[in-house]
């Protein structure tokens, strides 16, 4: 007999209704199961009244991944959701490592999200409107020193920079070396946007520079902006052009 089952990695969104895409809400409606961090199912709670919902911890990628595909194989639609979008330090990537480290028959699909760098961009005003690049300062997966060589590449190339994962309780050194890379490429009145709960609840903007940036509140569920060194502010917005004359 034919196998129903299937897999989404659906990519939520910054964290409220109205910015997830129609087919990221049809994919949940479709789901028997929903699976995810406690933090994401709550978002998306008033979607998956009567469904099964197994909330797991941090840190619990793998068995996450391997409980979808348990119950996928069961013959059942399973999805399994990220904040933002799913292919962007999410659930995406380790979903087809374990689809394919069990060599399992089963359909995923990813459904893309709006993710944190562009729900910060659109708040902040337009910053992102060049060459950027993101870089996840969270050295728990990748070594420390990969991410200083690509902080000082993306400086080098005066590439607008999105900062992920900038500082927890536990790691809040990184952001301080970050910043100082950036110093060696980038001067000091370089705008930064820095973005709290970008697009949903208890959203809080900030624009700054990188000399006074670390006077600000940054957290995990902070974004950080670096501009490049033709991004200003005007009328409280941070604009990177795109080199139209005007
Ligand atoms: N898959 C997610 C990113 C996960 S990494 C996405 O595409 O957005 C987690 C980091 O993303 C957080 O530490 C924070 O830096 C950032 N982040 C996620 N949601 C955010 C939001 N609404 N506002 C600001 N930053 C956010």
Not at 148 to 165: H, I, P, Q, T
Not at 169 to 174: C, F
Not at 217 to 226: E, G, K, L, P, R
Request: charged share 30%; glycine share 8%; hydrophobic share 40%.
């Amino acid at each position: 007999m034919e196998n129903k089952g299937k897999i989404y990695v659906i990519g939520i969104g910054p964290g409220n209704l109205e910015h997830m895409s129609q087919r990221a809400k049809d994919a949940i409606s479709e789901s028997e199961v929903i699976i995810g961090y406690k933090t994401y199912t709550n978002l998306v709670k008033d979607l998956i009244e009567n469904k099964e919902v197994i909330d797991s911890g941090m840190r619990k990628e793998i068995e996450r991944c391997n409980l979808t595909l348990d119950k996928a194989l069961e013959g059942k639609v399973v999805a399994i959701i990220s904040s933002g979008d799913s292919g962007i330090y999410g659930m995406a990537g380790i979903m087809h490592e374990v689809v394919f480290d069990r060599e399992a028959s089963i359909e995923v699909e990813v459904v893309p999200g709006i993710t944190a760098s562009n729900a910060a961009a659109a708040s902040l005003g337009a910053p992102i409107m060049h060459d950027s690049c993101t870089i996840s300062l969270s050295d728990l997966l990748t070594d420390w020193d990969l991410i200083k060589k690509r902080l000082e590449c993306a400086a080098m190339g005066d590439f607008v920079v999105s900062l992920y994962n900038p500082k927890s309780k536990g790691r809040v050194t990184q952001i301080e070396e970050a910043r100082e890379i950036m110093l060696k490429h980038k001067k000091k009145d370089t705008v930064v946007g820095i973005v709290k709960n970008a697009k949903r609840e208890g959203e809080n903007i900030v624009i700054t520079d990188l000399e006074h940036m670390l006077e600000e509140d940054i957290d995990m569920v902070t974004m950080v902006i670096i501009g490049n060194e033709k991004t200003y502010v005007k009328n409280n917005k941070m604009v990177t052009p795109r080199g139209y004359k005007i």
